[in-house]
């Protein structure tokens, strides 16, 4: 596992960034999995930016992680809405080329079925960008959360539902109790996970993930199953991991650490 720790938020969602952008300049047919979130908003900045600077998306497929039940795709607070402000309407992403479960289809049972057919057809994301929940949630798989589930409607904690509160004006009633989210089984299929965490609340989260035990309670440190994972964090949220000084020392030594760290100085400063 690749553990990089930067000094802070802002570094992470660069390095985060230039992973996803490498990518993107070596495969213009790229697939991606993406995330919402606090932690995605710096990181899609630089993917606009990028964009703007001539790097070209029109190519790209893009795949959500996750999507509330009962919003529609217009609602501020939905997952559709979030994408298309923060990346799709910023950039020249084609928009049928852009995968988010619909939270008010006539059937949910029918889109997830929809979405996992979709994902088959596809075959292997190759970079999918993930957040972690307080909790230990990645994508909304809620522990516990089964290693081998795949996409699925799920009921969220009320702990996740608190987390985001702010997006709902404060309202814990307006938060939906359930989400359509891909399973673990599905996120262990992309060829490349690259999880990002900022801050002191997420660090028992992320020392769970990365070194704790595997446990369907701890949906995040299913990742340890995985062949290549990057986990991108700032020194607040890296502060209860145990092996800080392996990690520095791994990166430095680490070849593509040091492409994504050039790439960065190439390309993005
Ligand atoms: C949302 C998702 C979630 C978030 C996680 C962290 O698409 O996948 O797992 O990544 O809840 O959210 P923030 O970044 O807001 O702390």
């Known amino acids: 596992m690749n553990v990089v720790i930067l000094d802070r938020a802002e570094r992470a969602e660069e390095f985060a960034a230039a ?24 990181i899609y900045s630089h993917l606009v ?15 959500n992680l996750d999507e509330y039940v009962d919003l529609s795709p217009i609602d501020v607070c939905s997952y559709r809405y979030y994408m298309n ?4 309407d910023e ?14 289809p006539i059937s949910l049972q029918q889109e997830v ?4 057919n979709k994902l088959r057809e596809v075959g292997s994301i190759d970079v999918q960008l993930l957040g972690i929940g307080e909790n230990g949630h990645i994508g909304f798989n809620e522990p516990p959360s089964l290693f081998g589930s795949e996409t699925r409607v799920v009921t969220l904690s ?12 404060g309202v814990l009633e ?8 891909m399973g673990i089984k599905t996120i262990l299929e992309a060829k490349k996970l690259v999880l990002v965490a900022t801050g ?36 607040a949220a890296a502060q209860d991991l145990n092996l800080t000084a392996y990690y520095r020392s791994h990166t430095k030594n680490n070849q593509l650490a040091e492409e994504y760290r050039t790439f960065i100085t190439k390309y993005m400063r």
């Open 174 to 181: 307006d938060v939906p109790k359930r989400a359509i989210t």
């Open 85 to 88: 402000e923060y990346l799709f």
């Open 113 to 116: 079925q929809e979405f996992r």
């Open 49 to 63: 930016q990028a964009n703007r600077d001539g790097l070209d998306f029109s190519q790209l497929l893009t795949f």
């Open 200 to 235: 002191r609340h997420k660090s028992q989260a992320v020392h769970d993930a990365v070194e704790g035990p595997l446990r369907a309670s701890l949906p995040a440190s299913a990742i340890q199953l995985h062949h290549d994972v990057w986990v991108i964090l700032d020194e």
């Open 158 to 169: 009320d702990e996740t539902r608190m987390q985001n509160l702010d997006a709902f004006g």
């Open 19 to 42: 992973i996803l952008l490498s990518q993107i300049r070596n495969e213009p047919f790229s697939k991606l999995g993406l995330a919402t979130g606090r932690t995605m908003e710096g």
């Open 91 to 104: 950039t020249n992403i084609e928009p049928e080329n852009t995968f988010i479960p619909r939270g008010n």
